[in-house]
């Protein structure tokens, strides 16, 4: 089956992504029966590495002194990564809690509690998303439910740590030191929005092709795209000579 080097391939994966919420995005680009989160994220890296090289760049802002860091990320090293396993124990006294990996309809659930398109925005993550994403990922020893009422904040953090545990390269992050003033650098990294940035610069500019070359020959859209890249390119370079 062809991938995202396939202009075909590529502008039906950024359709389907440009009409679903953010945190519904990395599935719609690559469909999968999993939908966990460490999966999606798998898949999105592997596909990233696969089209557009094993290395990505980053933007990010330094804390301390607000000086903008730019950060390779290496795409590949996550596509290669070990895939966490499903589920894990936190043990406390007062009986065990099992955690389950997050999963894309957990998010958007999440999403939902908190009038929101993307519980992965900061800003976005409210106490009711919170609750939604803990009643639905964990639960005590006989399998009930579990209110975050009913958990100390030592209980809490141990969840977080064992769902970020879970979700394996969905919850990478990169570490630099910054150059301008010394301190500490670290950031998530969000495999599938840097695939989605790309995904979506190369259709807008395979739709401007097809824009282009449909008006001057009057070819269609299939027509255009079964072209390859050089010879596409050699046509567009006539036009705009």
Excluded: K, N
């Amino acid at each position: 089956m062809p991938g995202l080097e396939d202009p075909r391939t590529l502008l039906a994966a950024w359709e389907r992504a440009s009409a679903v919420p953010p945190a519904a995005r990395g599935s719609a680009l690559l469909p999968g029966a999993d939908r966990r989160l460490a999966a999606v994220a798998a898949r999105a890296a592997a596909a990233y590495a696969r089209t557009f090289g094993p290395t990505a760049q980053a933007l990010v802002d330094c804390t301390a002194c607000g000086e903008t860091l730019e950060l390779t990320v290496d795409v590949g090293a996550m596509a290669s990564a070990a895939p966490p396993q499903e589920e894990t124990t936190v043990a406390r006294a007062s009986g065990d809690l099992r955690v389950r990996a997050l999963t894309v309809d957990d998010l958007l659930a999440g999403a939902a509690a908190a009038g929101s398109g993307d519980v992965t925005d900061g800003a976005a993550f409210t106490d009711d998303a919170a609750a939604v994403l803990l009643a639905r990922t964990t639960s005590d020893r006989g399998g009930g439910a579990v209110e975050p009422g009913m958990l100390a904040a030592a209980d809490l953090e141990a969840v977080d740590c064992a769902a970020r545990e879970l979700a394996g390269v969905a919850a990478a992050t990169v570490v630099t030191v910054c150059p301008a003033c010394g301190s500490d650098v670290r950031e998530p990294v969000d495999v599938v929005a840097l695939l989605w940035e790309r995904v979506s610069s190369r259709a807008a500019a395979l739709l401007g092709e097809v824009a282009t070359l449909a008006r001057a020959y009057g070819w269609t859209e299939p027509e255009v795209l079964d072209l390859s890249d050089v010879r596409r390119a050699a046509y567009l370079a006539m036009v705009l000579s």
